[in-house]
């Protein structure tokens, strides 16, 4: 495997799993509210896709625009693999571990701002209901639930990552060949 993939997505995965784990320590200890804000989540994603998008074009300048596919796809996977594994290792101990009622306040606080999202939004009386229940009935932040969300994670990403390197890859011209 070529060096320079390997080190920027080891070296992006660092950061992305770093900032996860920033945004989660300031809304644990300055904000529990910011667990069920749909301008964080807006925010992250935003971020994310940006970090990555700065990942891929560092990667291909590194390698003097000679970037196909496969290593456009590798660098975001090596990437994705040790964010998402430091988040989730760190929301495993942070949720079980450290603090194992927190999951129950986010959870109740989930509930209430997609109950009042939903009634902004005209929703019926009856689909707010349905939607706090499931939420309700959900446990998102247990062991076998995180590790689940890990690999529900890796797949929707990866989807992303097949677009970026089809994006990111270098452009071939048959007469350069």
């Known amino acids: 495997m070529n060096e320079i993939i390997k080190k920027n997505g080891i070296n992006f995965g660092l950061i992305n799993g770093l900032i996860s784990i920033f945004i989660t320590l300031y809304a644990y200890l ?3 509210e910011l667990f069920g804000s749909l301008w964080l989540l807006l925010f992250i994603v935003i971020f994310y896709l940006a970090i990555n998008i700065i990942l891929l074009l560092k990667t291909k300048k590194e390698l003097n625009n000679i970037f196909n596919f496969k290593q456009a796809f590798t660098t975001y996977f090596i990437c ?8 989730v290792l760190f929301n495993i101990i942070l949720f079980n571990i450290v603090d194992d009622e ?3 306040k986010v959870k109740e606080i989930s509930m209430e701002s997609t109950a009042d999202f939903m009634k902004k939004m ?13 939420i309700e009935a959900s446990d998102n932040y247990s062991v076998l ?9 890796i797949a929707v990403s990866s989807i992303f990552g097949l677009i970026f390197a089809a994006i990111f890859k270098s452009k071939t011209n048959i007469f350069n060949e």
């Open 30 to 32: 300055f904000n529990l």
């Open 122 to 134: 005209g929703a019926p009386t009856s689909e707010i209901k349905k939607a706090v229940e499931g």
């Open 145 to 153: 639930a995180q590790i689940k969300g890990f690999f529900t994670n």
């Open 80 to 87: 994705l693999i040790i964010g998402v594994s430091i988040t």
């Open 102 to 104: 927190l999951g129950e």
